[in-house]
T-cell receptor
Framework: AQTVTQSQPEMSVQEAETVTLSCTYD???????LFWYKQPPSRQMILVIR??????QNATENRFSVNFQKAAKSFSLKISDSQLGDAAMYFC????????????????FGKGTKLSVKP | GAVVSQHPSWVICKSGTSVKIECRSL??????MFWYRQFPKQSLMLMAT?????????EQGVEKDKFLINHASLTLSTLTVTSAHPEDSSFYIC????????????FGPGTRLTVL
C-alpha cells in the first residue's frame, strides 16, 4: 500500500522569506500523481500544485514550486516570498493511476504540516 | 474552478439519531465522489468512494451499515450517519472528480458533525 509521510508537524517562516515543506512517499508503482493541498482555518481544501510522476520537470505555480525526486520518492514544496495568507495546514497527497490495484483515484494524504507566517 | 457544495455546514444531533449530509457538484458532472473524515488536527482519511448508480466502495474499517452512501446522480452524493454516537463527531469532507489521474479533485467546504 502507498504511504505518504510529512515529517514536519509545524514550520514557521518570516514574511517575504522562503520555506520548504518536506514530503516523502512509498510506492511500487512507476506512474502516479502527487499533489500539495492547502487547508486554511476555514478548512476548505485548496489545490496548490500537482505533479505527474513521469514528468521530470518540476511543477511551478507562481510562488509555489516543487522539488520532485522520483528515485528518492521525495516531493517537497517550496514557497517563495511567503505571505500572511500562506499560513495554513499543508497536505501532501498521492494518487494512483486509474484502475491500478483497484484504485478509483482517491487521494492518500500525509499527516500535514502547519505553516505559520510571522509578520 | 469547479464548485462543490456540502449541506449542512454544521449539524448538532442527539445520540441515536440519523444525519444526512449532501454533497453536490454545482457546475460539472462528477463520475466519482469521495467521502473523507477528518478529526481535529489530523489528516483526511478516506471513508468511501462512490460512483453514480453503483454501490459505494468502503475502506477497511468503515462500517457500511453505519455510514450509508448514495450516489443518486452525477451531481449528488449523500452520506447518512445512522444511529449517530458521540464518537462519530468529526469533520466530514466530500470531493468530486471529473476523471482520474491528474484530474483535480474538487473539495466541498466540509460538514462539522457534533453528536451529543
Amino acid at each position: 500500500a502507498q504511504t505518504v509521510t510529512q515529517s514536519q508537524p509545524e514550520m514557521s517562516v518570516q514574511e517575504a522569506e522562503t520555506v520548504t515543506l518536506s514530503c516523502t512517499y512509498d510506492t511500487s508503482e512507476s506512474d502516479y500523481y502527487l499533489f500539495w493541498y492547502k487547508q486554511p482555518p476555514s478548512r476548505q481544501m485548496i489545490l496548490v500544485i500537482r505533479q505527474e510522476a513521469y514528468k521530470q520537470q518540476n511543477a511551478t505555480e507562481n510562488r509555489f514550486s516543487v522539488n520532485f525526486q522520483k528515485a528518492a520518492k521525495s516531493f517537497s514544496l517550496k514557497i517563495s516570498d511567503s505571505q500572511l495568507g500562506d499560513a495554513a495546514m499543508y497536505f501532501c497527497a498521492y494518487r494512483s493511476p486509474p484502475g491500478y490495484g483497484g484504485s478509483q483515484g482517491n487521494l492518500i494524504f500525509g499527516k500535514g504540516t502547519k505553516l505559520s507566517v510571522k509578520p | 474552478g469547479a464548485v462543490v457544495s456540502q449541506h449542512p455546514s454544521w449539524v448538532i444531533c442527539k445520540s441515536g439519531t440519523s444525519v444526512k449530509i449532501e454533497c453536490r457538484s454545482l457546475d460539472f458532472q462528477a463520475t466519482t465522489m469521495f467521502w473523507y473524515r477528518q478529526f481535529p488536527k489530523q489528516s483526511l482519511m478516506l471513508m468511501a468512494t462512490s460512483n453514480e448508480g453503483s454501490k459505494a466502495t468502503y475502506e477497511q474499517g468503515v462500517e457500511k451499515d453505519k455510514f450509508l452512501i448514495n450516489h443518486a446522480s452525477l451531481t449528488l452524493s449523500t452520506l447518512t450517519v445512522t444511529s449517530a454516537h458521540p464518537e462519530d463527531s468529526s469533520f466530514y469532507i466530500c470531493s468530486a472528480s471529473i476523471g482520474v489521474g491528474l484530474h483535480e479533485q474538487f473539495f466541498g467546504p466540509g460538514t462539522r458533525l457534533t453528536v451529543l
